[in-house]
Every structure is written in C-alpha cells, then in structure tokens.
C-alpha cells in the first residue's frame, strides 16, 4: 500500500512542477514581449471596427506607419486600402 502511495505522491509533485512551469514561462514571454514593444506601441493595433450588418465589417488597422481597411465577413475578406499615415490615396491606374 505504500508504494502506490509514494507513486501517487511523485506523480502529484511532478504535475505540480510542470503547472508551475508552464506558468512561470508564460510569464516570462508576456513580460519579454512587454520589454520589446517598451514604447507602448503594438507592432499591429486594431484603430477601430464598423458594423456595416450582421455579418461583415470594416476594419481600421495600422502596422508600422501604414494604415489599412479591411472588410470581413463576406463571401470574401477584402484590403480596400493600404498608406502611410496622412498619405493620399494612390491614383486608380486602370
């Protein structure tokens, strides 16, 4: 009876361990990823979303300076436009 006691005792600690593991990883990437973007910025930040009905939307996203409208939830995801900040919009060539 009290090697299946040990057992159960060594399987409960090593579980502990990696629980405790997992978690002290997990923790150690939010704060590098914290370190990494120290300014605030997100390298991708979602500006703003529009309802246009029940199933598609608008999307304002900006990566590195460059802003893009997005429309999802169609038959098909669209990118209706892609500048930079204050940029106006590049001539239609065809």
């Not at 006691?5 to 090593?14: F, G, K, P, Q, S």
């Not at 900006?62 to 990118?79: F, P, V």
């Amino acid at each position: 009876m009290l090697p299946d006691a040990v057992r159960l005792a060594e399987a409960v600690a090593a579980l502990g361990a990696v629980v405790l593991l997992i978690l002290v990883v997990g923790r150690g990437a939010r704060l590098l990823a914290a370190a990494q973007h120290a300014d605030g910025q997100a390298p991708i930040r979602l500006r703003g979303t529009l309802a246009l009905d029940t199933r598609r939307r608008l999307h304002l996203v900006e990566a590195e300076g460059r802003q893009a409208l997005i429309l999802t939830g169609g038959s098909q995801d669209l990118l209706l436009d892609w500048r930079r900040d204050g940029a106006a919009p590049e001539p239609d060539t065809s």
